[in-house]
């Protein structure tokens, strides 16, 4: 199917189903975005829509990725879904397809398109957040399988999945030690306690595994090859997920049109010409992918790029509607709230930008490492 | 704006590598009449985009500059203005939104011409009574011309101003807009490509010096202070070469003109600061290079709207729209 047939048809589609997919603005909670979320992607995956752009073996029906990003931005611009939880199948699907067992992923991979399962991923720790390789979480060899012991922090909608894919450490110290996991969050020993963040979403979790025992077919890709797996990972960030966000910000910026009056110009133009190098630069990166490419060093330009785009947004946001961000209390305010102090952390999650401009200054320009 | 005609990628590759070794060899009058035996006009009718982003990217990187300019504005005239050819465009000066306006006489004119020819008319968009116009002016109309030393002198400029001009009208009211918005339009990208081909340059030598001063023992490159400068630098030039190549596709060609030539100007403004910090004294010299590529790309920026000025048009324009185009689809 052509993205451009896919996109006409979709439409119709939300459209015809109308009132059903638009979520309740009064209650905010995770748990309510999550519900919504369900129905929404058992409509789509009933509809088909869900389906395409995922490979046939496992439960999709074929076609580019770009049909995905294309879902992503017709649902998302319109706010249906949040964008944070729309990709959560995006961050995991793709490496589950990949590395996962064949007879597994068979079994599973409908179920977390169709939304009976969220997924989570468990790769940050307390003390290795930028410095992923220097994760301490340990997988023990024992009998059929390994024992896992450590503790993740960031495993967004932990409290709320199914399974987690998580980096563990089978080898010696430095990322070529490390081995991915996918483990079932009902394993007795894991438990995820939720972190309350500034924009007053429990998103977050604070995840521990203490002798959590998982099967052997649940090690992801080769032994000791974690790193692969987590790099594809965060490549797969840079591709649906970024072209869906976007959509997103050019929403939220849409909504601000009505009260912008002639001195907003200036920002709002600010604004928009940075969402726009995004999304001119995503849409290589986009293709670059439906070309079966794995976005290399050149996305963390894309990275930098929508980070800078999210803050102007949200931060032309808190001006247009001082007052209201800091003493309104109506559904409307919180959530303009929540959605601005979120993007406080765009420039943190999916690697800093600090991160990302040092593998520009490295790959990119072909400038020295640092001593 | 779409391709006329379009090339195949081997007559791409000789075409550019033509034009870039034209634009690194020669300046001025000899640029020009090595670029008229070379067919820029044909090539520019046939296969604009083509034309448009390898030449001036080229003029950009080796900081010459030809007459070809005003081939790109006045393309979008010749449908208005059979005379056109033998004529130049004057901008609006630094700052202006036209080159003149009128609520009656006299008329007082000040616009600016870059790359221009041996043609003694000059084509210039003002505003008479309110009502948008294109008007002829030569030295008969009374203006005085100046050639510019300025900031860049190597950009040869002329300075057309007159205090009470005689108006010869040529095209006025809504045709008169349509071409002053395509001509803008077309102008944008020309200067947005050469821009970033001066914004390359500068971070060429920032990064070639990066790597190669010594300082404390290891190059300065390996600095996250100095890294991170060159990555912003990077970023910045990435973001509006993106916005620069979409605009030809776009539906709305003069939204996206404006929204690319502020990113260039932005990228020009940030590799400006960035990549002389990192070159530090030697970059302030008159002996390096950086100070030319600083200066055109900085000029440039200020003509037919700067970064600072664009924002605001942009963001009026959508909020007169009413809605955020999408510009660019999958």
């Keep these: ?76 611009s319109r706010a249906l879904v949040h964008t944070t939880s729309w990709s959560m199948h ?84 430095g990322s070529r030690g490390i081995s991915a996991f996918l483990i079932d969050m009902d394993t007795p020993g894991v438990t995820a306690s939720p972190l309350e963040t500034m924009a007053g979403v429990d998103e977050f979790c604070s995840t521990s595994f203490v002798d959590v025992e998982v099967p052997a077919e649940r090690l992801l890709g080769e032994l ?148 | 704006m779409t391709e006329a005609h379009t090339i195949d990628a081997a007559e791409r590759v000789l075409m550019a590598a033509t034009l870039r070794g034209l634009a690194e060899e020669l300046d001025g009058t000899e640029l020009a009449q090595a670029l008229d035996a070379f067919g820029f006009a044909d090539l520019l009718a046939e296969a604009p985009r083509d034309a448009v982003s390898t030449l001036f990217t080229a003029l950009g990187r080796a900081g010459s500059m030809s007459t070809s300019l005003q081939d790109v504005l006045l393309q979008p005239l010749a449908e208005y203005l059979p005379m056109a050819t033998e004529c130049n465009v004057a901008l609006p000066g630094i700052g202006a939104d036209q080159v003149g306006a009128t609520e009656g006489e006299p008329l007082a004119v000040r616009g600016l011409v870059i790359g221009a020819r041996p043609a003694p008319t000059y084509l210039a968009p003002v505003v008479i009574r309110g009502e948008p116009a294109w008007i002829g002016l030569q030295e008969s109309s009374g203006i005085s011309t100046r050639r510019v030393n300025g900031l860049d002198p190597a950009l040869a400029m002329t300075e057309i101003t007159g205090a009470d001009v005689t108006a010869d009208v040529i095209v006025a009211g809504k045709p008169a807009v349509a071409a002053w918005d395509a001509v803008a339009t077309a102008g944008r990208l020309a200067l ?82 960035q990549c002389q910090q990192v070159l530090a004294g030697i970059g302030f010299t008159a002996e390096h290079p950086f100070h030319l590529f600083l200066a055109r790309a900085l000029v440039l920026d200020s003509v037919l709207g700067s970064a600072t000025e664009l924002p605001t048009a942009i963001g009026a324009h959508l909020i007169s729209a009413g809605t955020i185009p999408r510009l660019v689809d999958l």
């Design chain 1, 224 to 371: 000791d090859a974690g790193w692969r797996v987590a790099q594809f990972i965060l490549s797969c960030e840079r591709g649906p997920i970024f072209w869906q966000r976007g959509a997103w910000l050019a929403h939220h910026l849409g909504l601000l049109l009505d009260t912008a009056g002639d001195g907003a110009s200036s920002a709002l133009g600010e604004a928009y010409q940075l969402l726009w190098a995004f999304r001119a630069t995503s849409k290589s990166t986009q293709d670059r992918i439906a070309a079966g490419d794995l976005p290399g060093p050149e996305a963390s330009v894309d990275k930098i790029m929508i980070a800078a785009a999210d803050q102007a947004v949200f931060d032309v946001a808190r001006d247009l509607l001082r007052g209201d961000m800091e003493t309104d209390d109506t559904a409307r305010s919180r959530a303009w709230r929540r959605e601005w102090a979120y993007s406080r952390a765009a420039t943190i999650y999916g690697g800093t930008s600090e991160i990302q401009k040092d593998i520009v200054a490295s790959r990119l320009l072909g400038l020295p490492r640092s001593a």
């Design chain 1, 90 to 173: 995006e961050v995991l699907g793709p490496a589950a397809a990949e590395f996962g067992r064949p007879d597994l992923v068979e079994d599973i991979f409908p179920l977390l398109l169709r939304g009976e399962e969220f997924w989570c991923q468990g790769f940050s720790e307390p003390d290795a957040g930028s410095d992923l390789g220097s994760m301490r979480t340990t997988a023990r060899p024992r009998s059929d399988g390994w024992v896992i012991n450590g503790e993740k922090l960031w495993t967004s909608w932990a409290h709320h999945a199914t399974r987690c894919i998580v980096l563990a450490r089978t080898g010696g110290p």
């Design chain 2, 192 to 273: 947005g490509y050469q821009i970033l081909g001066a914004v390359g340059q500068m971070i060429d030598l920032a990064v070639d010096h990066a790597r190669s001063r010594v300082q404390f023992g290891r190059p300065i490159g390996s600095f996250q202070a100095v890294r991170n400068r060159l990555a912003d630098a990077h970023v910045a030039r990435e973001g509006a070469a993106a916005a620069l190549a979409s605009a030809w596709d776009a539906d709305d060609a003069f939204l996206a003109g404006l929204l690319a030539k502020s990113l260039a100007g932005r990228a020009a403004r940030i590799a400006a600061t």
């Design chain 1, 1 to 76: 199917m052509e993205a451009r047939e896919f996109r006409a048809g979709v439409r119709d589609w939300i459209d015809e189903v109308g009132e059903p997919l638009v979520p309740a603005i009064e209650d905010q909670s995770v748990e309510a975005q999550l519900n919504h979320q369900r129905r929404v992607q058992r409509l789509l995956f009933d509809a088909g829509w869900m389906r395409w752009g995922w490979p046939t073996r496992i439960g999709g029906l074929g076609g580019s990725p770009i049909l995905r990003a294309v879902l992503g931005e017709e649902l998302t």
